[in-house]
């Protein structure tokens, strides 16, 4: 009986015990019903229905209390229901009901914490979405971490996901660095505002050894070659990265498509057909205070070129024409004004603002020997994904960049993940399935197989690994729901630890001639549930269940 079958049956019986006194039925709550406490000496479980109820129902809470209690007592699968305080109610399982979890763990396999809540979501994930400008630094490495568990989380609880990338290849940013590129290719120092590091030296000799002949061009022609070329090769170097990072995309949407295609002049003759833009200062200004804005906004500027945020608002129009209900944009810390903005493009666009969701990212610093890294050995200005890479590896990498809330700025402690301690949350992680990998190893090699009497499995060590197991599915539907996937994270560390203290205290293979018992068949059956557990939830991060360390 995992929590939510167990949420279902206090619900159930507080409905028919409401029902048989003639009290509102509709007082019940939804969610919320039950939870473990804190104290394992008050129960499996504790339930708060009974405070949550009473006052609408017209009864004592108490007293509310130890009716449900009296009735969930004789309820299959419940050892006891004992009232606390001013009505909380404390659940004990029956361990035979309990166990049952080990069983649908191994039955349902990889499937295990899936759900369909969200089936028939069409969402579009845009995520890192770097100018092509440069190497990746660790804010767009968060978010190929972090965008990519969000992407595989949304996935699990059944939404269609489309990965996108949007390239920033149009515009100011560009200017400067193809002016950077083509300094760097005639032996001159980087334009004011333009772009240093080795890279830029890197890239301008490669388009000079594509284009012979480049520098002696007349200078539009000139440049123009060194953004068509320069520009590629960083498109196919952040691609590059990404993928090794294993995080991939299904669509790369160049930002310049939007003007070559005439998207950006449909947009705003949309807008101004709908009365949605209004023309001051010479310019066109999208009414978005009208939305919820703190200003209107710029579309055409007062030379007749667009702003920024007109290529937003052609994008934010694609993506509903092609069929997404929900547009999730993954944004770096400097972006807070982008979510009132973009929520107001959709509500100019005749739209929901709702299908428009903006997570916002804070920085990310790297320390070592306890201090700051500040610059890189190839980007000079920034710390880059393939500096944190080349330090702790991509497993280490993804998950200390997913594990913390993006809300929250993130230090992460260089020497503390390339050590193999507890201390290090990857390494706990892996390690309990690679303990577990073994374990399973060994029992092959003893020709032991898994049992079901999971009846069997009333060791409080036993009964707090099986709980871990039961939560699961929750936590992976409320990372999804919160758009939260650290929330795996965080269950993962919580279920190394209870495995751990499992194995601590409970014997799962015989020693020398020791007969083999149906104990041990169950308790090797909860031991394949945690490594299948384990192993889905480090696959939902995109981190590797290694057999061996």
Partial sequence: MNPDVLADLVRDVARDVLTRRGMDVPALPTDGVVERPRNPEHGDYATNIALRTAKKAGVNPRELGTWLAEELATRDGIASAEI???????????????????????AAGAGYGTGDELAGRDVNLEFVSANPTGPLHLGGARWAAVGDALGRVLSARGAKVTREYYFNDAGAQIDRFVASLVAAAQGEPAPENGYGGAYIGEIAARVV???????????RLRDETFRRVGVGYMFDEIKERLAEFGTEFDVW????????????????TALKENGSLYQADGAWWLRSTDHGDDKDRVV????????YIAGDIAYLRDKRARGFDLCIYMLGADHHGYVARLKAAAAALGDDPA??????????????????????????????????????????AR??????????????DLDLLASRTNENPVFYVQYAHARLASLARNAADLGITVGDAYGLLEHPREGDLIRTLGEFGEVVRSAAEL???????????????????FYDACRVLPQGDEEVTDLHRARLALCAAARQVLATGLGLLGVSAPERM
């Fill in 355 to 396: 299908v428009v969701e903006v997570l916002i990212g804070q920085l990310v610093n790297l320390v070592k020997d306890g201090n700051p890294v500040r610059m890189s050995k190839r980007a000079g200005t920034v710390v880059t994904m393939d500096d944190l890479v080349e330090a702790v590896g991509v497993d280490a």
């Fill in 84 to 106: 606390a305080g001013p009505g909380f109610i404390n659940l004990r399982l029956a361990a035979d009901a309990q166990g049952a979890i080990v069983g649908e763990v191994l």
């Fill in 253 to 268: 949407f160049h930002e310049q498509s939007l003007h070559d295609s005439g998207a950006v002049e449909a947009a705003v």
């Fill in 300 to 307: 055409i500027k007062s030379d007749g070129r667009p702003a």
């Fill in 399 to 412: 998950y200390s960049l997913v594990r913390s809330s993006v809300d929250s700025s993130l230090d992460i």
């Fill in 209 to 219: 050894a594509a284009e012979p002949g480049v520098l002696e061009l007349e200078p």
């Fill in 483 to 501: 758009r939260e996937p650290h929330r795996v994270a965080r269950y993962l560390e919580q279920l190394a630890g209870a495995y751990h203290k």
